[in-house]
């Protein structure tokens, strides 16, 4: 056998096991020699048999062989060396390993092993914690160092609103949002302080100005999206109210947590509260104690007895949802003054019971108070009295609905410039207007059945911009609170019927064959010279000739003011002397859901004031929009179609720096053909029928009349072309304190025996119209273009020619006529006297002539009537033209006029 395949030879001195033995003394301090080996010096000479040469050879030897599990030459068992005597055995040699020199940083950690080597020491926490902490600590001194005390005086003293005329002259100053009075520390009532102390922060008067626990929970509600406030301290809120942004932001949080240290090691405790208390906001407007005081209780504040104190520190909490009054401008189902009051009066004991548990009110004292201190009702200032506060009212409305970023709370922290539309003359000789009549003609304490509660609205709109020029509102802010120029619930009456004739210009009248959804290019666009029934108690019909019933199955009879019946007549004539039942047939002809489309393209609101369309009667006016609405949808007829929103604010400044300009702009409604033609019907109104009191001469006036049913709304809308106004009148059964206010009949009110549309209200408008009128350009109306055919409605039939002697009569037929056509009329304008297929003929059946009546004060020329028209088609002629307004709508009701 070759000599390298030979087997290794076993050591001597006991086989494996002394082998196992050697390899364990190996890797201790020195390794002894095996049994059988014998060694001739100490030092391991030349000649021995070690297998080490030297002890600095057996230390790296044993360095080499101590890390590991097995013995020298890598083997898993101890076996020889290169001589054949055993090596090392398994032990670790920890006695044999080299000290390692540690870092500066020692991480990971020399020395160690494994999972042991990554373990910070407990000295390296420490270090890192101290560190940390002292980092933090200089970051907070460098930020109270480098924060600025606030300024009370620069920061929350009052500021006022200022709202100014459209001449850019004021009309008044603060508005009524910012109302504040500073007192002293001395003149606030220990009370007040007391329940602040106890309600807000019971530990006010000792701690450092912050909660850490609130502030804590604030972060925390933001980082997840909870509510933001809550938690802070009089301090705090002290802070964020006089000198950081209402913004709920991490930023501001620390702002303010630095500015609140400074503030509590600078400021003494009492300038605290006495400013704090002098600049909350209370609500109503008032700002501050004082001002509080007066407006909830008209006292001042040093007067305030505990009671009355622990309600205005509720008020502290929120004043929109603790205010007993309620808030209209907020969410109507979240605060209401049902829900306001339960709220105030819970939280008001809370408060009273707290500060008997903090000791600051004796419990002897607290059994005196066990009736809630109701504060007063709401109140403008006398500043803005008369039709100041409407504007007001009306300008902020708009301000807050508008412009970006402001809100109720901005706002009544005041600073702002509001350039309004109106023109302090027109408001004035407005306001004139309605005076005269309520001091000639209203007498309540002549006629209290008739003449209390009479109110009066009104609202006048430039056609050319949409600018709101003037309104009236009420006698007077302070005593009438509600804006009367806002809707009222006031039905309209038959100033609605100009959206019917322009629907049916626009859309046209229904082909009964085609069906009720039929294209509009299929339908048959109307002529203001179309003939439609006019005859009381008419059988009103479906587009397709069936009799309309109401959900019991009762026709409907469509009813003329004072049951007049003319017969067959135009569309012109209706309008002129308000027949209610050609417009309610041809709004079913139409569609009244196209009629609602046009009375909303030309500025109506889709809201509550819009009546239901689903029924005949919407045609002549259900619905209760405001008087700034009518104004406003009259100027987009006015302006040939262009519809422009009715505005109040021009601008708005906040502390110098415009943040809002209204920008021009507008809407076609409908094409100027419909719009002018429209406007010369209702020209005609003015000139010869119901409106003749409206008559401004020299002047081109278009407008309506409207009365509703029983009298209990009366209405003039009129407009020339350079202004629209509308005025209203209405009489409700009891105060403003009555929730549940009814509308009251009429009859009698003002000494006349009924009121309509041509009387109180077109008296009114005519007084204004003429001042505001004056010295204004004279101005006329578009040529209106032919538009439409002349269709045949409400039973009307088309007539056979005519014979040309009716045109031209001989003095045969002159002699042999009817002694009914006997008398003269009064000499017809050319559009009477043109063929029955001409244009600018009003009507051939019927004609002016018929119906005229016996004239009135606002009917026109007097004729005397007669039985019948022997004319195809004609009316009766025996209407009294006395410009009422329209019946009672059938004996449904309705409105009419």
Known sequence: MSEHRRKTPQPQGGGRAAA??????????????????????????????SPYGGR??????????GGSRGGGGGRRRGGGGDSGHEGPGRGRGRGNQRPVKKRFIDYPRAGKYGVRRWVPSWKQVSSLCIGFLGLLMGLAGLAYAMVDKPNVKDTAKAQNNVYFWDDGSQMVATGGEVNRQMIGYAQIPEAMRNAVISAENKSFEHDSGIDPMGIARALYNMATGGQTQGGSTITQQYVKNSYLSQDQTLSRKFQELFITLKVTNETDKKVIIRDYLNISYYGRGASGIQAAARTYYNKDAEDLNPSQCAFLATLLKGPTYFDPAGVPEEDAK?????????????????????????????QAERDKYTKFPMPLPPRKS????????????????????????MTADKLAQGGYEIHTTFNKKKVEELNAAVQKVYDKKIKPKQRPETDTHVQFGGGSVDPKTGAIVAIYGGQDATKHYTNNANPTGAQVGSTFKPFVLAAAMKYGKRDPSLGEDQELSKREKVSPLSIYNADDKLKIKKYNGQIWTDENGKEWLQANDGHESRGNITLREAMQWSANSPYVQLGMDVGTDKVKDVAIAAGLKDDDSMADSNVPSFSIGTSSPSAIRMAGSYATFAASGKQREPYSVTEVKHEGETIYRHKDAFERAFDPEIADNVTDVLKNVVEKGTGTPAQLPGRDVAGKTGTTDDNKSAWFVGYTPQLSTAISMYRLDDDEKNTNRKFEKMYGTGGE????????????????MAEAMQGQKVETFPKPMPIGEKVYGGGAQSPKPLPTTVESPSPSASATKSPSMSPSPPTPDPSDTCSAWDWNCQNNNGGTNNGAGNGGAAGGP???PSPTSSLPGGGNGNG???????????????PAG
Do not use: M
């Open 753 to 768: 025996q009924t009121i309509h549309g041509a009387s109180f209200p077109a008296q009114i408008w005519h007084d204004y």
């Open 382 to 405: 006398a500043q803005l009295g008369g039709q100041t506060g409407y504007l007001v009212d009306l300008a902020k409305s708009y301000a807050l609905n508008n412009v970006e970023g």
């Open 56 to 65: 600095a050879e057996a230390r790296r030897a044993a360095q080499r062989g």
């Open 20 to 49: 196992r033995r050697a390899a364990q003394q190996s890797s201790g301090r020195r390794a002894a020699p095996s049994r059988g080996v014998t060694s001739e010096s100490p030092s391991g000479s030349h000649g021995g048999d």
């Open 862 to 864: 007097s004729t005397s």
């Open 334 to 362: 979240q605060a209401t003054k049902e829900k306001n009051t339960a709220r105030a009066k819970e939280r008001w004991e809370w408060i009273l019971n707290e500060e008997v548990k903090d000791k600051r009110l004796s």
């Open 880 to 894: 009294n033209g006395n410009g009422n307004g329209n019946g009672n709508g059938g004996i449904f009701g309705g």
